[in-house]
């Protein structure tokens, strides 16, 4: 009968009634005083999941051994209850039944899984009371839960403590070492490995290889891994994409992809897709989440906030809302994370899109930080800046703490505004919170001050974080003194940067080319750009190439500027061509610049830029019969000239206004105050003029007087 009941115990796992009839009969049966039936019993309701009924069960047993004990405690670990399960460890001290080596092993389990590093101590106080520490099992627990805790040395001492470690215990202490960064001693503990490795090994060490200059580092892992003949374990598969998208190369990454053929998880196909995104390679994540959604791939949440980040810019526009449209329909639209990149997309079309964003952020109902901040960063580079600020303000009188994130983007709607009284209370309160230090931070108070007129302040700013070779912080101060006309200093302080090993990216190389256009140093700036990807093993992007037409375009050489455009790798995009139209019309150059108006007619019809800057030049030129051709061309197309925008100040608070602007509620008094001080001007016009005329007569008086 008891074997019967043990293989009914068996057949009975996940079902609830199943198990109760089990229980039962072993009742009926009086086996339940049967210490090995009982623990199947309670093995049986923990593995379903009924650990209250487990408990049950255990405190009613009349019998109980080691196993039962480590039963329960195992069954507690495992659901993260730790408490309970250090309640019953010392319950069972207690009661006189004796720890193995399995309890120490999962009470250490739960104690690294909650990295609760004080009982971690006593367990280990016991292991060497009991004499398990060179128990493989315990020792690897050991090993795991100081590694789980970042207390790498310990663990180390602890793996030494082992008479034999296997792979768990090697696994276990890379992993440690994984967990703080500690890149070099990783790779010397691999290197040590003796035993046969496997995927637990690799894929901790492949989370360390994220950046370029891993890529050799990477390429020799793969080859490791393909030699143990582990090229198609699932796990490792997985990092070894997310690692090559990490370091530069997605056709490496496509083709562990494409190598693991109908084996791919959903993980394989998230991997990729965020490697496409992440080096913005948008048409290909678009085909390949089509292909996911035309094999029926299950797309989860990651798949989702993954293809969103993808779309950005009006081309996208039509493609975004399709995919909102299939976040509804999965349900998806109240997840935070996948609303917060449905924010993020809106927020990266055109403005008109800013209250679609809007109108996610009010309908969400768990906001979190990145919900405010993704709002908060669209109003500061959309704007108007002046509803960053307010919104920044209601940031702040919500529940929700403010990070540095939201003082940086708040910090470049005041540079916007060159409100410098403003930036100076958020900069007082950036300090009290404990941010003046963040390189985010410090580098807005760079800009905002240097935007403010008021250098030497951001000079001041930079001082504080440049040691820590903030690479964001060193191109703000760049920029700042470009902004200044201080060309030579930012070529200074690019050449600090070289000495320092600060590193470099693609906004430095577009700060040091604005400096020389703003400082007519055009050698300087040539030279660079055609240095950037042989020496500096940066790409030029669309924004280089601007910069440096913009340098050509100010020092008057338009036609230098055309062969750089026509030697351009990529076609140039709109920005590149607007840029080059300015310069065009500073020159006078009329027939080039209605050849580049056109072109981008084709490419933005809808952009009053173009026609605007057409306008002027024709003006300009006195070419009033093309300037009207050019305004009724706006007309037909129902183009409109987007209004400038001017500011002030006034007690805190930014009032923003436009030409003949009447939206004011004080708009009657101060266009009476408009018009009473523009009276003024002319009455000290006029009396400028009589003392003038009277001047000119009293020196001709005097001149008459000498030469008589």
């Known amino acids: 009968m008891k074997p019967f009941l043990a293989s009914l115990l068996e057949s009975s796992l996940h079902s609830f009634q199943k198990l109760s009839s089990s229980h039962s009969l072993t009742i009926k049966h009086g086996y339940i005083s049967d210490v090995y039936i009982s623990n199947r019993v309670l093995d049986s309701y923990i593995k379903s999941g009924f650990l209250g009924h487990a408990h049950k069960l255990f405190d009613e047993m009349p019998h109980r051994d080691t196993v039962s004990w480590n039963t329960m405690i195992s069954g507690y670990t495992s659901s993260g209850k730790l408490d309970n399960a250090w309640c019953l460890f010392t319950g069972m001290r207690r009661c006189g039944s004796d720890a193995d080596g399995y309890s120490f092993s999962r009470l250490l389990k739960g104690v690294a899984f909650a990295k609760r590093f004080d009982l971690g101590e006593q367990v280990h106080s016991l292991v060497i009371k009991g004499g398990y520490e060179s128990n493989v099992y315990v020792g690897s627990a050991l090993v795991d839960m100081y590694a789980k805790c970042e207390r790498v040395e310990d663990a180390f001492e602890a793996f030494q403590e ?198 996610l952020f009010e309908s969400l109902e768990a906001k979190d930080l990145v919900s405010w901040n993704s709002v908060l960063t669209g109003l500061s580079q959309k704007g108007p800046s002046e509803d960053a600020v307010k919104f920044f303000s209601y940031l702040r009188s919500s529940n929700t703490e403010v990070d540095d994130y939201a003082f940086s983007a708040v910090l470049r709607s005041c540079s916007d505004l060159a409100t410098l009284q403003l930036g100076q209370q958020i900069h007082a309160l950036a300090a009290k919170s404990s941010f003046e230090s963040n390189e985010f931070v410090a580098s807005s108070l760079i800009l905002m001050y240097s935007k403010c007129g008021v250098i030497d302040n951001a000079q001041r700013c930079f001082q504080k974080i440049c040691s820590t070779h903030s690479t964001v912080a060193w191109n703000a101060m760049i920029l700042g003194y470009a902004q200044h006309g201080s060309g030579q200093v930012s070529l200074d302080l690019f050449s600090r940067m070289c000495n320092q090993s600060v590193k470099l990216d693609h906004v430095t190389f577009t700060a040091v080319l604005t400096a020389c256009s703003h400082s007519g140093l055009v050698q300087e700036g040539l030279k660079l750009l055609h240095l950037m990807e042989p020496v500096y093993k940066i790409q030029p992007r669309m924004e280089h190439y601007a910069a440096a037409v913009d340098l050509l375009g100010r020092a008057g050489l338009v036609n230098k500027a055309k062969e750089l455009i026509e030697s351009m790798p990529l076609s140039p995009d709109t920005m590149v061509l607007k840029t080059f139209l300015g310069a065009c019309r500073a020159c006078g150059e009329i027939e080039m610049a209605t050849q580049v108006a056109n072109h981008l007619l084709e490419m933005e019809p809808d952009d009053h830029f173009t026609y605007v800057s057409l306008s002027h030049m024709y003006s300009d030129a006195k070419k009033w019969e093309e300037k009207a051709s050019v305004k009724k061309v706006m007309k037909e197309r129902g183009v409109k000239k987007v209004p400038g925008w001017s500011w002030i100040e006034i007690r805190n608070e930014v009032c923003a206004f436009n030409a003949e602007d009447r939206s004011h509620p004080l708009c009657e008094e101060i266009y009476l105050m408009v018009e009473d001080l523009t009276q003024e001007m002319k009455w000290f016009e006029t009396d400028n003029e009589f003392d003038y005329q009277a001047s000119l007569l009293h020196v001709n008086h005097c001149l008459f007087h000498l030469k008589n």
């Open 162 to 359: 082992i008479l034999e470690p296997n792979s768990v215990s090697w696994n276990a202490l890379i992993g440690g070492f994984v967990q703080v960064r500690d890149i070099e001693t990783a790779f010397w503990l691999f290197g040590c490995m003796e035993m046969k490795m496997d995927d637990g090994t690799f894929a901790p060490l492949l989370t360390l290889l994220d950046d370029p200059m891993f890529y050799n580092l990477l390429k020799e892992v793969h080859a490791k891994v393909l030699k143990l003949g582990l090229e198609k374990e699932i796990t490792l598969c997985n990092a070894m994409v997310s690692s090559y998208a990490d370091c530069g190369s997605v056709s490496d990454a496509k083709r562990v992809f494409d190598g693991l053929g109908g084996a791919k998880d959903l993980i394989t196909w998230n991997s990729m897709l965020a490697g496409f995104s992440k080096h913005e390679q948008k048409d290909s994540g678009f085909e390949l989440f089509i292909e996911m959604l035309r094999t029926r791939i299950e797309t989860d949440v990651y798949t989702y906030t993954s293809i969103l980040s993808t779309c950005s810019g009006e081309e996208h526009k039509v493609f975004g809302q399709s995919l909102h449209c299939l976040v509804i329909k999965k349900g998806l639209e109240q997840v935070t994370s996948v609303s917060n990149a449905l924010i993020s997309m809106y927020i990266q079309f055109p403005t008109c899109f800013m209250n679609d964003a809007l109108s």
